[in-house]
């Protein structure tokens, strides 16, 4: 049995969760409303303020799915209550950032300043030049962009200059030694 996928998701007050035909699982909550389709396999059902996920049988995928349906639910319930948070440093001389409406405007040494559109239900705020905070529902999606903002210039490993999480450490190289 999967250690993750036999507990059950508990749902909080002011959290609907509903199973539709196909295994689409619809969570509304005080934040907003996710939907996703889950594997048909994978029998799912809500009873009272709780739910639980089980599989048909002990097949390899079945098992590698038994855990992930559960922490897919579990995570739609904690992001339309809780709601998702990835928090961005930019090191370097000149580096910044600054918001404009839904873009981004980040200035990252190129020779042209690069534009980020806010993704839908997703949210990015500025704090000072150097932090950058990108948040919503989707866990998936805040992380996809945060990915993305970073990889627009990835922290390189002399000087650490570049986009970093808030809590990534860069292993820094040793320059070149003068003879």
């Not at 049995?1 to 969760?17: F, H, L």
């Not at 980040?106 to 980020?116: K, Q």
């Not at 997703?122 to 970073?150: L, P």
């Amino acid at each position: 049995m999967s250690r993750i996928g036999k507990q059950p998701v508990t749902i909080p007050a002011g959290v609907d969760v509903k199973v539709a035909e196909g295994n689409l699982v619809t969570v509304k909550g005080p934040k907003g409303t996710l939907e996703k389709q889950m594997p048909v396999d994978i029998k799912i059902e809500v009873s009272g303020s709780e739910v639980v996920v089980t599989r048909a049988n002990d097949t390899k995928t079945q098992k590698s799915l038994h855990g992930l349906t559960r922490t897919l639910v579990f995570n739609m319930v904690e992001g339309v209550t809780v709601g998702f948070k990835k928090t961005l440093e930019i090191k370097g001389v000149g580096y910044k950032a600054q918001k404009q409406g839904k873009k981004l405007n980040l200035s990252l040494g190129y020779s042209h300043p690069v534009e980020m559109e806010d993704p839908e239900g997703i949210t990015t705020t500025v704090e000072g030049n150097t932090t950058v905070v990108v948040e919503g529902i989707d866990k998936a999606a805040v992380g996809q962009y945060a990915a993305e903002i970073r990889a627009k210039r990835k922290p390189e490993p002399y000087k650490g200059k570049g986009v970093r999480y808030s809590d990534e450490r860069i292993r820094m190289k040793e320059g070149k030694s003068g003879k």
